[in-house]
T-cell receptor, first 114, second 109 residues
Framework: EADIYQTPRYLVIGTGKKITLECSQT?????MYWYQQDPGMELHLIHY???????EKGDLSSESTVSRIRTEHFPLTLESARPSHTSQYLC?????????????FGPGTRLTVL | GQNIDQPTEMTATEGAIVQINCTYQ??????LFWYQQHAGEAPTFLSY????GLEEKGRFSSFLSRSKGYSYLLLKELQMKDSASYLC??????????FGTGTRLKVLA
């Protein structure tokens, strides 16, 4: 069973606020990812990391930042929330080794920006 | 560009067999994944194909043809709990996965 956690599960916040979405995994995975998913739509990669102090931007990263100070922790920060940020945010992790491995997903954070 | 196509929705009857197709055009290819996602939940891994052919895992099988850019997920002996979205994803480029929009499967009694 995958051990990857996200908090908060649900968040309603006003425009302009700074928010941090938390993601932690206890599997010792080197690779971690943040995705954004709207209902009925594909997952869009926001950021990914292949180890401590290594992060890369995905397709939708311009309005958010991440950090990877510890292997198990990969928080996502929105500096100034906007209604367009309303979405589901999914964190995932995978082992190193092969270039591609199955991803284990957290339960998600459903964000609403008013 | 990079593109993954799946049918939006499919309906099948409990106990039947259903095949969900996925075609892809990506700049790189390092394997194809299938995930199951129940409504409001996170995706969970079902299968991975990197070589041509069929991979079988219990009631679920996945097929890949790299020359055709084509895969399918075969679900046998459908159960009500199989009602979910099925996501096709391709490993393309360094550490990057491209996801399709998913196929919403409804299993009817």
């Amino acid at each position: 069973e995958a051990d990857i956690y996200q908090t908060p599960r649900y968040l309603v916040i006003g425009t302009g606020k700074k928010i941090t979405l938390e993601c932690s995994q206890t599997m010792g995975h080197d690779k971690m990812y943040w995705y954004q998913q709207d209902p009925g739509m594909e997952l869009h990669l926001i950021h990914y990391s292949y180890g401590v102090n290594s992060t890369e931007k995905g397709d939708l990263s311009s309005e958010s930042t991440v950090s990877r100070i510890r292997t198990e922790h990969f928080p996502l920060t929105l500096e100034s929330a906007r209604p367009s940020h309303t979405s589901q945010y999914l964190c995932a992790s995978s082992v190193a080794g092969r270039v591609y491995n199955e991803q284990f997903f957290g339960p998600g954070t459903r964000l609403t920006v008013l | 560009g990079q593109n993954i196509d799946q049918p939006t929705e499919m309906t099948a009857t409990e106990g039947a067999i259903v095949q969900i197709n996925c075609t892809y055009q990506t700049s790189g290819f390092n394997g194809l994944f299938w995930y199951q996602q129940h409504a409001g939940e996170a995706p969970t891994f079902l299968s991975y194909n990197v070589l041509d052919g069929l991979e079988e895992k219990g009631r679920f099988s996945s097929f890949l043809s790299r020359s055709k850019g084509y895969s399918y997920l075969l679900l046998k002996e459908l159960q009500m709990k199989d009602s979910a979205s099925y996501l096709c994803a391709v490993g393309s480029g360094t550490y990057k996965y491209i996801f399709g929009t998913g196929t919403r499967l409804k299993v009817l009694a």
